[in-house]
């Protein structure tokens, strides 16, 4: 009897794919102010605590979705610095970052995210949520272990406010349209005011 056996792979692997973000591919969304790459990387593989100051409550909500979804498991206790995940609300930073402002670092001894109000620590989140595999959003990740790269980030709005322009000199738009555009503002508006609406379904 001859048994022949195929060398070729079945493209099958048992042990869990790593997905490593590299630096020079990651492309974030309003640039930041300021972004300092490392040379190292940190593995999220495993239990992800996530470490909460008591009025980052509702921004360790929505990092706990974000990294469920990533297929990884996660716990939140309140605390300062003990995680792999740290969230604080810190009321003195809001000098140097404002309302809206954010410090993002990622070293080896985990994650910092830091803000004057949660609505800093929700686009602190928004810009991780830029680095991880793309393939997260449309449910399709299939991964267990992700690498990250070490980064600081610092970002604060140009502007305290945000607006809207209607070209009128390429199109001509009638009362009707002009009506649902300032319904389409206030939408936005209470968007920002209620950011937790961004990251559900």
Known sequence: MLILSSCKSTGESTSPQI???????????????????GSSSLSLAGINLICYSSEAEESAEWLSKLLTQSNLKVKSI???????WNLVVDRSLEAELGEEGY????????SF?????????????????????ASIESGEFRGKNIRLPQVYIKDVPAYSWRGTMINIARSFFDLKYLKSHADRLN????????????LDP
Request: hydrophobic share 40%.
């Open 103 to 110: 410090i993002l670092e990622i070293n080896k001894n985990g």
């Open 78 to 84: 309140i605390g300062d610095s003990c995680g792999s």
């Open 113 to 133: 995210l830091k803000g004057a109000t949660n609505a800093g620590l929700f686009y602190a989140i928004q810009t991780l949520r830029q680095m991880l595999p």
């Open 187 to 198: 939408y936005m508006h209470d968007l920002y005011c209620s950011p937790r609406m961004f």
């Open 19 to 37: 997905f490593d973000v590299k630096a020079e591919k990651v492309s974030i969304i309003p640039k930041p102010l300021e972004v300092i790459w």
